[in-house]
């Protein structure tokens, strides 16, 4: 039985992710793989069991929606970055 294997910088160009993340969740054993040759390959039906959007099937975001989306995210980001910097202010002011 013969396996297709693929390099991690493959997966993460598969999965849109940084090859040091991918390398990571290989030490981690959140993702199948193996280390050939003192370095990590990971079997090729590994993305879809991940989940993952293959390129070719990819889906499609409205631009819009994706710019309001994160947008939201970023506000809600700097209104939590603001309340740590009280929380963290305050105590500095009792020590």
Do not use: F, N
């Amino acid at each position: 039985m013969t396996v297709k294997m693929m390099t991690t910088g493959e997966y993460a160009r598969l999965m849109g992710m940084h090859e040091h993340s991918v390398r990571r969740m290989c030490e981690q054993g959140r993702i199948s793989c193996a280390k050939v040759g003192g370095r990590w390959r990971i079997a090729h039906e590994e993305p879809a069991a991940a989940g993952g959007a293959r390129p070719a099937d990819a889906q499609e975001v409205d631009a819009g929606e994706l710019v309001a989306a994160l947008s939201l995210a970023a506000e809600s980001l700097a209104a939590a970055c603001r309340a740590a910097a009280v929380a963290l202010g305050s105590k500095g002011e009792q020590a």
